[in-house]
Each structure stands twice: as C-alpha cells, then as structure tokens.
C-alpha cells in the first residue's frame, strides 16, 4: 500500500525517525479538507510508542476532515540548512501516516494532555502543571495518530558525512 522509498540511500531507520519525532517540537497535519481539498496545517505534538498526540478546537476545518475520514499523515522537518554555494539544502525529516482518533475516554485525554503538557513545559512543578490542565482541558478536544508507517529521508550530503564519520566507505 506505501511506496518504497526511490531514493533509498538516503532512507532513515525506524530508530532514526522516532528519534526526531521526539525531538521536534511542531508538524504539519495534512488530511482531506473540504471539497476534496487537501488540508494542511502545523501543528504542536508529542510522540509515544508510535503514536502522535496532539489537540485542537472542539470544532474546526481540521476536527470537520478527521471526522470525515480518519487517515492522515504527518510531517516533521528536522533539519533545513540551506546551502547556497551549491543550489540544495542538507535537510532531514519524516514522514508518518496513520489513522487518527478522536479521545473520548477521560483517562486516556488526561494521559495525552500530561504527555504534551511535560514536552512543552518541563521545568514546571506537577502542581502547576496540573492546575494548569486542569483550567485549559475542558476547552480542547484531543487526538490521537497511530502511526501505520513512517519514512524519513536525509540529503545525500548527510549520509555521505555520516559515512565519513564511521569511518565506511563511501
């Protein structure tokens, strides 16, 4: 059903592309918006055991698409360094797609919303956090992606330094 990546040299690992979904801190969501229109927005998230977690209105475009069909994929930018001198970028990121989920059962949001909540502010006392969950929560709908399948892919430049590094041939 997922294509093969064509250039597969410059495929990341499973390992690799759960570390930066960890690690990043917004991506973008594209689902099927109205009127067959692609819809697309950023997005902050936290990332899970091969889920992504993330909040919104309790209605909006995004909440209208995912009701309406719950496959969605979901990209994060890792790195973007523009290199001038030779018409490219040395870029890293990935892609996931998954079928999303609205959170109905209350365990299960608060669970969510501890997890972003911690990612987000993670210097703050967890009476703080709570009471600040607390105020905000009834507010927000929650969502859950659970990743089917990810890619991530990194310019040639990178995988070559990488290789450099090890010490492995080119």
């Not at 608060?110 to 909540?117: F, G, H, S, T, V």
């Amino acid at each position: 059903m997922f294509r093969p990546m064509r250039r597969h040299r410059q495929q990341l690992s499973q390992g690799d592309c759960a570390a930066i979904l960890s690690r990043g801190t917004s991506g973008v969501l594209a689902v099927a918006g109205d009127g067959g229109y692609p819809y697309a927005v950023p997005l902050s998230y936290v990332y899970q055991e091969g889920t992504l977690f993330f909040h919104c209105a309790k209605a909006g475009h995004k909440l209208d698409a995912l009701r309406r069909c719950s496959k969605a994929s979901f990209c994060v930018i890792d790195q973007d360094q523009v290199v001038p001198p030779e018409y490219t970028t040395y870029f890293r990121s990935v892609i996931a797609f998954g079928r999303t989920r609205i959170l109905e059962d209350e365990a299960e949001k608060q669970a969510a919303i501890w997890l972003l909540a911690e990612k987000y502010c993670p210097g703050d006392s967890p009476e703080h956090r709570q009471e600040a969950i607390r105020r905000e929560a009834g507010g927000l709908c929650l969502v859950s992606l659970s990743i089917e399948h990810m890619t991530g892919k990194q310019a040639i430049e990178l995988v070559r330094e990488d290789r450099r590094q090890a010490d492995l041939p080119l």
